[in-house]
């Protein structure tokens, strides 16, 4: 390290030690969040010095330059810092342009009384870094832009305030889950992405593939050196015979023994020849087939056709069958042609297991992981909270106040089908009857209208839900269970898991599914089965719930879609 | 919850409560850590009742059957509790087969002191569930396997003591991950699995396709309905010469306006259907391909080539330029035929990336990280890496003390070929020389013998490093370093980013790559650029590390490498 980094190194920490401010260990500088984010909102700091670094939001120039007003923001919270710059400090007049980096150096003041948005604000006294912006260029430059227009701009689109409280609310989120599973002794369990089995068809799946730029390799190898051809293969053949006959006649003549293997080596080479020629014929440039029909992937990476995971809890299944209680965090996929704002080719869940536990043990679980999620952020992200609500949905800390603290409702399936046939004041779209699933405004009405607050419904007939369910002692109903919410409608999916051994294996049959495929998963049951239960929470539709945007697009910070996987 | 549920759920919380042992929420039991892993190894819990739930390791019958003594493990820790249950409670001959699942409620007593390994087991009152095992089909019955064996049993294996105190590991370290980064306000992003773009060409890509499912519904259509031939194309072509001629004629007598768009309509639908015959022929069972030659992406999800990701590092260098402090903590793939005991085609990473940070910055952030993980293992891990030590390598724990505690070594590349052209007393394989990069070997050596510690080397030449690193003022080297560490050899890589525009865009002029993908990127040096730093740790790497294992397949729940994707 060159002894002026060292030297300003030792200058930082010492103004932030002094200041008694929370340092930014690796940055030398302090968080904004750090001053603003104070129960006092900075005023116990009035004096001290700091250095700070972050990205001017809005710039205004006073008294013909002399004295430059700006918003700094560093992403650690939504708030800015209002930093004062005289032209003394320095005469660059880009500093106000929105975007611009900067780093700087001065003493925590107090605002003037006319205008004291907040407690402190900063009095420049070096500018140490600046990172310029052409404003007639930059894509958002001020002003506010639609969340449409910024999907466009994925890279830039952190920059604004919108996307980057929702980029530290899911954050808030991730953070929580990982907390409460770990306080509950849950052990975090990677399982795999690509996958070789198919967890019920629960949706179309991605293919993994390496064959297309194998198929490219052989393209170019072709023009480099080409194909046999059939007169190539023909001679091959020929010689074969010849060396074969040659072989023959030797043996009846009883050749000498030295001779015979001779000629039987010359056969040797012959027919290894021939293989070598049928082999490169079958070079082409395309994906190869099988003989039947049907592509072949023998040749694939895996040796098999190998997809992207649809859910990880049939392979975490295994793990909860050893260490209890487990569960899995990580990107899931579905090849759905879907347009709509719910829904994502790529997305995260989050899947707890647990041994020993049946659906009640299950839901009570869901609920209270749910409810931490809400007090975690209400604790730890409320400035990020109160920005949303202010700007996009008025509901939504309420929304999050109410989950935390309100026993969610309990009703089974057949209760919900009956309530939703006493509604009289509408008419669904969909149809309701017992058997079918319940849709979206099925979902919606039961939470936000009739209970006004989260709901589980449990025990839904069999035929709607996958084979791994366990089986009611009704023999019509299985032990799955939704968690609804406002605003989302179903936010997790869960159900004890068929442990007995004979039931399971009738539900495969029943539902025509082959066996053979899910053997291993069936082993879990033939060895020291257990009672187990669990349940998928998606996360993006967790981080709707909480910021109240409405598509599913701006809350994940590279949304893939059909026709998009920009980045 | 039935009635009996009810009243043993209350039961369990009853006894649990008492005891004042930590009660596992959501499944009616202790965790058996709660009592084996207090200080006093559980001796303060002598004559509590308590419910425990597990799998039996191994069981022992006394007096003819009169006792039973199993030695019971839920996955909370690497201890076993013995239980004792005597025929009166139940005459089940079956529980001492290893693998068989109880859940079992009685008294903690003392054991006898002649057999004296814990300070506590547990004298069953009630065996309340039984999981049982065919002993002689159980694959991993009784006995030692090899990890090679247990590779073969991916969904049984997490039930051996090996693979369940990796799990535990390989947990801790993942929770430290984010601990650590939140407590020094990273925030965790989601960058993109499936991406397409290829981080400086990091390795072989997988890549991601809907095209043979769609190829595969194509033949199934055209089997049911064959494609038009060249003759229906003729007769459709001619229909359209026919009508258009009509047309024509009509226009030239002049007929009335309702006759001719009578003809136009004719024309019209004779078009369409021309359309319908030509897109139709183009049905193939095949994948499609461009006139030029190469596949044809268009119709594939997103509209062209995708890839999983190999690194996050560009994609998160966005939300550093925004947020300020990021990581990443995900999937990334390698389509290599690498069957080596170091790689994997699926493996998790982090990456964090540091806004305001220089390449001294990024040292010791990686450096107080990767200390961090090796506390919290000593802290949270002591049982697990205790068992590690003794069965698999007994240098584990030291290892573990000596990164918690000492400083790394640090040294320029330069220093580093210095050191490793003085070593007089072997030969290596790989010839150094400045320029070349650092084999396994030299890595190896200079963190087991020279340095016996992680050393950071940093500074590399450019020629062998990547090319959005920052050029240092000598013209040659980069400001890159990496972490070499005893047992694994490199465990981080990072770098300083370039942040000068001009720069950035020559050194993708010197490595001849276009510049176009990379205009995003580039985005973030022309608005508001910031100085930056980063680096990535692979995570299966720190596994290994921490538990002394030779082969990366075993510290990952599902390994993925060529021909290997089971599940």
């Not at 001290?48 to 650690?76: A, C, M, P, Q």
């Not at 205008?115 to 006294?125: D, G, S, W």
Request: proline residues 4%.
């Amino acid at each position: 390290m060159g002894e002026g980094a060292v030297q300003a190194q030792m200058e930082a920490l010492t103004l932030a030690t002094k200041s008694g401010i929370e340092w930014a260990k690796y940055s030398h500088r302090v968080f904004i969040k750090s001053i603003l984010g104070r129960p006092d909102g900075g005023a116990g700091l009035l004096g001290h010095n700091v250095r700070v670094g972050g990205w001017v939001k809005t710039g205004r120039s006073h008294e013909k330059g002399r004295l430059t007003f700006l918003e700094l923001n560093d992403g650690s919270c939504p708030a800015n810092l209002q930093v004062i710059v005289e032209d003394t400090v320095t005469p660059d007049a880009q500093l106000i342009y929105t975007g611009t980096c900067l780093v700087v150096e001065g003493e925590l003041t107090q605002p003037p009384e006319t205008a004291k948005k907040q407690k402190v604000e900063l009095r420049a006294q070096k500018v140490l870094e600046v990172g310029p912006v052409d404003a007639s260029k930059y894509p958002i430059a001020k002003g506010r832009h639609t969340l449409e227009f910024l999907r466009n701009l994925m890279h830039l689109r952190s920059r604004t305030n919108t996307i980057s409280s929702v980029a530290r609310i899911r954050n808030a989120l991730a953070f929580a889950t990982h907390t409460f599973f770990q306080q509950n002794r849950f052990v975090y369990v990677h399982t795999p992405i690509i996958t070789t089995s198919d967890c019920e068809g629960a949706g179309e799946m991605f293919q993994v593939t390496t064959m297309f730029s194998e198929a490219e390799k052989r393209e170019k190898e072709l023009a480099s050196t080409p194909a046999p051809t059939e007169a190539d293969l023909e001679q091959a053949k020929a010689e074969v015979t010849k060396c074969g006959e040659t072989v023959k006649a030797l043996k009846a003549e009883k050749k000498s023994k030295d001779e015979i293997a001779a000629a039987v080596l010359k056969l040797q080479t012959a027919k290894d020849e021939l293989a070598k020629v049928v082999e490169r014929m079958k070079l082409t440039g395309g994906i190869p087939k099988k003989d039947k029909g049907g592509f072949d992937y023998t040749g694939d990476f895996f040796g098999r056709q190998a997809f992207l995971t649809v859910s990880g809890q049939l392979q975490v299944e295994t793990y909860a069958c050893s260490l209890s209680n487990v569960y899995t965090f990580g990107p899931t996929f579905r090849a759905e042609n879907s347009h709509t704002t719910r829904h994502l080719a790529e997305f995260w869940m989050i899947e707890p297991e647990l041994a020993f536990a049946d659906l009640q043990d299950d839901m009570n679980c869901a609920e209270d992981y749910v409810k931490f999620l809400c007090q975690w952020l209400l604790d730890n992200c409320y400035d990020d909270m109160e920005f949303m609500t202010k700007m996009w949905d008025n509901t939504a800390l309420d929304r999050l106040k109410l989950v935390a603290s309100t026993p969610f409702a309990r009703i089974t399936y057949t209760q919900a089908i009956e309530k939703l046939l006493e509604v009289k004041d509408r008419t669904f779209e969909n149809p309701v009857s017992w058997g079918v699933d319940l849709a979206s405004e099925h979902e919606r009405y039961l939470a936000e209208e009739l209970f006004q607050k989260p709901v589980i419904v449990y025990n839904y007939p069999k035929d709607i839900k996958a084979f791994y369910m366990r089986m009611n002692d009704d023999g019509k109903t299985v032990a799955a269970m939704d968690i609804l919410v406002p605003k989302v409608g179903e936010l997790v999916g869960g159900s004890q898991r068929e442990e007995r051994y004979e039931v399971l294996v009738q539900r495969l049959q029943e539902l025509n599914l082959p066996t053979e495929p899910y053997e291993w998963y069936l082993d879990l049951r033939r060895y020291g089965t257990v009672k187990h239960s669990g349940f998928g929470l998606g996360f993006e539709r967790m981080v709707l719930f909480a910021t109240g945007l409405e598509n599913i697009r701006d809350v994940i910070p590279f949304p893939r879609y059909p026709g998009k996987a920009e980045f």
